[in-house]
């Protein structure tokens, strides 16, 4: 079972930025690729992007580019999603979660995600 913890949400203005963190722990990061969703109140779930093994990103709301960027750091188990230009319609619960794929650079289908996180609460207003 992989273990993920979400870290670094917060409060902000729009226009603002935040990094969210996710912490792997109990196996090697390198064999996962590693999905991002967040899930607003009272909507339901939205897949945003996929980093996979090699570190490449794939979008799953196209908009996002150039705003979200995700990023890894095998070494020290965590992979980063850098929220800037953060709008009023971005709030929510930011999950991460976790897909064990041979595939280094290849994301899989969001069905294959297995192991998710609690999640880590972004706000913004003004």
């Known amino acids: 079972q992989v273990q993920l913890v979400e870290s670094g949400g917060g409060s902000v203005q729009p226009g603002g930025s935040l990094r969210l963190s996710c912490a792997v722990a109990d196996v090697t990061l390198d064999d996962y690729a590693i999905d991002w969703f967040r899930q607003a109140p009272g909507k339901g779930r939205e897949g ?60 899989p289908s969001q069905a294959n995600y297995d192991s998710w996180g609690r999640g880590t609460q972004v706000s913004v207003s003004s």
Do not use: H, W
Not at 77 to 99: I, R, S, W
């Open 48 to 107: 945003l992007l996929c980093i996979s093994r090699s570190g490449a990103p794939a979008y799953y709301v196209a908009s996002l580019q150039g705003r979200f960027t995700a990023t890894r750091d095998n070494a020290e188990n965590t992979v980063y999603l850098q929220m800037n230009g953060l709008k009023v319609e971005d709030p929510a619960t930011y999950y991460c979660a976790a897909a064990r794929t041979s595939g280094r650079n290849m994301c």
